[in-house]
């Protein structure tokens, strides 16, 4: 049984250029999570994909989009990269239920992006 | 929106020691209180978790504990090992029918010192 994994492992771009990142969730999850994390913090939320359609959002700007597919992987795009994009990318997959009891989160291994 | 604090931000004990890290949390509706531990350059795996309808969650070394009145939950680490050693983040989740992510605390640096 495979759990999550993301690709690619490590990326370096320069500012102004776009980054595609992916994730393949976990067998049996339909739900995709996108994560931020900085050097020496917890991760930040950036959005949910559900049934290939965004179902919440945190505070991130416009910049960054995503799209999740009928397998139910998902990319994460981020445009016009900044210097302070740079972070651990992490991609977290869940099933959803009705009466969110079983909505656990499990990690992949993340995308290492450095903007320069 | 939700905001998580947690303490302390670096623990250090002695190999057989306890280790208690506190979080505390601001939405009362949130219900869903999951730890996570990274180690270095690692993802973060789900270590324990526990539901708002429940007060205190153990497995083998590990337990948390849940104050819903207080909103505060911690995680109790017994008979600490040097493969304790990583940071641990507390988080919540699920305040109403549509808020599904996960608000992070700035996480605990534990060191267990052989």
């Known amino acids: 049984d495979a759990g999550v994994t993301q690709s690619p492992t490590h990326l370096i771009k320069t500012r102004g250029q776009q980054v595609t990142l992916r994730c393949s969730p976990k067998?049996?999850?339909?739900?995709v999570s996108w994560y931020q994390q900085a050097l020496g913090q917890g991760p930040q939320f950036i959005f949910q994909?559900?049934?290939?359609?965004?179902?919440q959002r945190g505070n991130f700007p416009d910049r960054f989009s995503g799209h999740q597919f009928p397998n139910y992987s998902s990319e994460l795009n981020v445009n016009a990269l900044l210097l302070g994009d740079s972070a651990l990318y992490l991609c977290?997959?869940?099933?959803?239920?009705?009466?969110?009891?079983?909505?656990?989160?499990?990690f992949g291994p993340g995308t290492r992006l450095t903007v320069l | 929106g939700e905001n998580v604090e947690q303490h302390p931000s670096t623990l250090s004990v002695q190999e057989g020691d306890s280790a208690v890290i506190k979080c505390t949390y601001s939405d009362s509706a949130s219900n869903y209180f999951p730890w996570y531990k990274q180690e270095l350059g690692k993802r973060p795996q789900l270590i324990i978790d526990i539901r708002s309808n429940v007060g205190e969650k153990k497995d083998q070394r590990i337990a948390v504990t849940l104050n819903k009145t207080a909103k505060h939950f911690s995680l109790h680490i017994t008979e600490t090992q040097p493969e304790d050693s990583a940071v641990y983040f507390c988080?919540?989740?699920?305040?109403?029918?549509?808020?599904?992510?996960?608000?992070f605390g700035k996480g605990t640096l534990l060191t267990v010192n052989p």
């Open positions: 988080a919540a989740s699920g305040s109403g029918g549509s808020n599904y992510k996960l608000t």
């Open positions: 067998s049996g999850h339909d739900t």
């Open positions: 977290a997959s869940s099933f959803f239920s009705w009466d969110r009891e079983s909505d656990t989160q499990y």
């Open positions: 994909y559900y049934e290939e359609e965004e179902r």
